[in-house]
């Protein structure tokens, strides 16, 4: 394997841990141009047709991780006047509390915004909380399995090259 090659395993490890931990920059972007940097690098065909299916992996996860959770909070009834309070709050939280703040903040802020929306029934704020955490999780793992398969697409071309 060569130092590229390692590098590029570097930056996608990186990419798919700022999936698994938001705080953390990167994602399945990062994944796909790090497998875009071997394939310059590497100069072949096989190479571009690696990360073109890599590619097609990453645009599936992007479209699908954005369709299906936000369609659930749409079908739950959740306005996204309260989702923008729960990003702020998670941004907030960033700030305020290093490392978990974000965990804290966005339901935080959910729960605050849906509280207010029903009019001071906690039951029903937090039935729509847990809706709202069930969606984060849900976009996490798609945009995880998306750039894993892209990543053992990449595995795979490393051994066919």
């Given at each position: 394997?060569?130092?590229?090659?390692?590098?590029?395993?570097?930056?996608?490890?990186?990419?798919?841990?700022?999936?698994?931990?938001?705080?953390?920059?990167?994602?399945?972007?990062?994944?796909?141009?790090?497998?875009?940097?071997?394939?310059?690098?590497?100069?072949?065909?096989?190479?571009?047709?690696?990360?073109?299916?890599?590619?097609?992996f990453i645009?599936?996860?992007?479209?699908?991780?954005?369709?299906?959770?936000?369609?659930?909070?749409?079908?739950?009834?959740?306005?996204?006047?309260?989702?923008?309070?729960?990003?702020?709050?998670?941004?907030?939280?960033?700030?305020?509390?290093?490392?978990?703040?974000?965990?804290v903040g966005?339901?935080?802020?959910?729960?605050?915004?849906?509280?207010?929306?029903?009019?001071?029934?906690?039951?029903?704020?937090?039935?729509?909380?847990?809706?709202?955490?069930?969606?984060?999780?849900?976009?996490?793992?798609?945009?995880?399995?998306?750039?894993?398969?892209?990543?053992?697409?990449?595995?795979?071309?490393?051994?066919?090259?």
């Amino acid at each position: 394997m060569s130092l590229v090659e390692v590098l590029v395993a570097l930056v996608i490890a990186f990419g798919i841990a700022g999936i698994i931990v938001p705080i953390l920059p990167g994602g399945a972007l990062l994944v796909a141009a790090a497998i875009l940097g071997w394939a310059i690098w590497l100069g072949e065909p096989t190479g571009w047709v690696i990360f073109a299916i890599s590619a097609v992996f990453i645009a599936i996860g992007l479209i699908t991780k954005y369709a299906i959770p936000g369609k659930r909070l749409k079908d739950s009834g959740m306005p996204l006047s309260t989702q923008v309070v729960g990003a702020i709050l998670a941004i907030v939280g960033f700030f305020v509390i290093p490392v978990v703040g974000v965990f804290v903040g966005f339901p935080l802020g959910v729960f605050l915004a849906e509280l207010r929306r029903h009019g001071g029934s906690a039951g029903q704020a937090w039935a729509s909380t847990w809706t709202a955490m069930k969606a984060v999780g849900l976009f996490i793992v798609i945009d995880a399995v998306a750039a894993t398969l892209a990543t053992i697409t990449w595995v795979v071309g490393l051994f066919i090259t």
